[in-house]
Antibody, heavy 121, light 108 residues
Framework: EVQMVESGGGVIRPGGSLRLSCAAS????????MSWVRQAPGKGLEWVST????????VYGDSVKGRFTISRDNAKNSLFLQMNSLRAGDTALYYC??????????????WGQGTLVTVSS | EIVLTQSPGTLSLSPGERATLSCRAS???????LGWYQQKPGQAPRLLIY???SRATGIPDRFSGGGSGTDFTLTISRLEPEDFAVYYC?????????FGQGTKLEIK
């Protein structure tokens, strides 16, 4: 069974940093691109970032570019999101999702349950 | 940047009726890069359709997708009670891989 479990969320002050993790299982991790998608409370889905199968291609949404870094460790079947210079507008539930291709250009066919990040003073 | 606009914002229908949801792109999107997702309250999104018209694993055949260029549709042929949810389209061919703002399908 394909499964993704996110962790690392919490309450953080503006300007702070947080590192999210996503533990994947049930599939060959390095056959797939991976993504992060977030959802602010009561709002719609916002794509954050995508990484290809081996980590040498990454793309970011404009609202996080230069502040967030996506990475992966294929030996540990894990995806990460390093978030720096956090703002109140980054408050959201962050989902890890599998991409239906190894390049990163594909639909998101499996999702975790999300980890909540709250940026507040 | 490709902006996706979904309409209507809210659709009120009864079980058994047919639902047609629209997703319009600000510029042409290759059909292979258009997907639809369903999200129920408190749950993660679920992939319904990829490549504009291909059903994802386990998705009932009452769900169908179509369209090309800038205009795409998701059709639910006969609504079941479990279909009332929020639906999002997404293009994943050109970064940023934006989602539409969503259509809420509610029980009339």
């Amino acid at each position: 069974e394909v499964q993704m479990v996110e962790s690392g969320g919490g309450v953080i002050r503006p300007g702070g940093s947080l590192r999210l993790s996503c533990a994947a299982s049930g599939f060959t991790f390095d056959d797939y691109g991976m993504s992060w998608v977030r959802q602010a409370p009561g709002k719609g889905l916002e794509w954050v970032s995508t990484i290809n199968w081996n980590g040498d291609s990454t793309v970011y949404g404009d609202s996080v570019k230069g502040r967030f870094t996506i990475s992966r460790d294929n030996a540990k079947n894990s995806l990460f999101l390093q978030m720096n210079s956090l703002r109140a507008g980054d408050t959201a539930l962050y989902y890890c999702a599998r991409v239906r291709s190894n390049s990163g250009k594909g639909s998101f066919d499996y999702w975790g349950q999300g980890t909540l990040v709250t940026v507040s003073s | 940047e490709i902006v996706l606009t979904q309409s209507p914002g809210t659709l009120s229908l009864s079980p058994g009726e047919r639902a047609t949801l629209s997703c319009r792109a600000s510029q042409s999107v290759s059909s292979i890069y258009l997907g639809w997702y369903q999200q129920k309250p408190g749950q993660a999104p679920r992939l319904l359709i990829y490549g504009a018209s291909s059903r994802a694993t386990g998705i009932p055949d009452r769900f169908s997708g179509g369209g090309s260029g800038t205009d795409f549709t998701l059709t639910i042929s006969r609504l079941e009670p479990e279909d009332f949810a929020v639906y999002y389209c997404q293009q994943y061919g050109y970064s940023p891989y934006n989602f539409g703002q969503g259509t809420k399908l509610e029980i009339k």
